[in-house]
């Protein structure tokens, strides 16, 4: 789905493909799957089909009726007899994330989907250098960072440390503002609570989407986690209200493990309350009573829609109060890029998801810019 106006959008149908394959639970990735002819098999990862389906539940869109078909990583897909398709789990601010090696005709194709080396899932870049897929064609690379610096928050790491610092000074609440799905910021944002000694208040989304990614690591925090508190938002409750038979066991341990509003003022100073933009309401109420510590952990971009009412708000709010940035994207950087490209070493190069196409030219060889809705020969 485009995420931007300038974006050209593209008719699925019109291609009339054999299947669709979604790399991972982000909504400029998924976004069109309704669009799509049912009868067309839409293949995914286990974790994306659940979390693709809880989110449009907790929006209020009603289920995908499309022709699911899940998929494991490293396991070969074969599509219409001839297509050969195989999903390589990588190192991406989703919580599931997939590049795909393809064959056909006798070609060989690699997408990287959207990918990095800096997460906590950074040795799957590092195992991708070592043994890289062999001789590929083409590579569809994605180019989101090559204009973009990393160098303030490296890793993950050093976003931590920021939180905690934040943390440990704290004489309010702390809001964090970053994605729910971002489960590495989430993870590294509970190892600051803890060793700040404070309790990670999350919504019920957020616990939704840890408890969905429990299921596959044992290291995520979840709402049972000792310094996990819940907070009960009526539109998220009602939302799950309404599918109350599939819901009614996750309901009622997530009122086991409720935080008030009340409980919250009456020591603020000992949560962080992971939060959005959209937040501001409780974010006032508490800044009503001394500086609250805002911790922006997204990328910056998002606050430069002056036109949209809620970051407005926000940054209206952010200047008032204490405002912390602490974000590492969830791409690559050109560094990284450059690795991944020398490891595959792909006859041509196309870049994808990015905005600055042909800067890819100054750092790579074999570049096509495809400008013209796939009409290159290979």
Known sequence: MPLSDASVGIDINSIKPDAVFISHPHTD?????ETVDPSIPVYMGQLSKKLIDSTRMFIRKRPLINKTVIFKPGETIVVNNDIHVTPHLVDHSSAESFAFEIEADGKRLFYSGDFRGHGNKGQLFEQMLKNPPKNIDVMFMEGTCIQRSNDIFPTEHSVFKVILEVLEGQANISFLISSAQNIDRLVWAHHACQD????????LYMAWVLEALSSVSDKTPTMASPNVKVFI?????????NNRLAYNDFIHRAFQKRVKEEQLRANPAGYLYCSRISGCRRMKAFAKHGKINIIYSQWRGYLEKKEDRKVQEFNALAEKNNYVYAHTSGHAPLSDLKKLAQAINPQMLVPIHTEHASEFKKHFSNVYEATDNFGFEV
């Open 233 to 241: 938002d009526f539109n998220f409750y009602s939302a799950l209200n």
């Open 196 to 203: 700040a000694g404070k309790i990670m208040v999350i919504d």
């Open 29 to 33: 990735h998924f976004g069109m799957m």
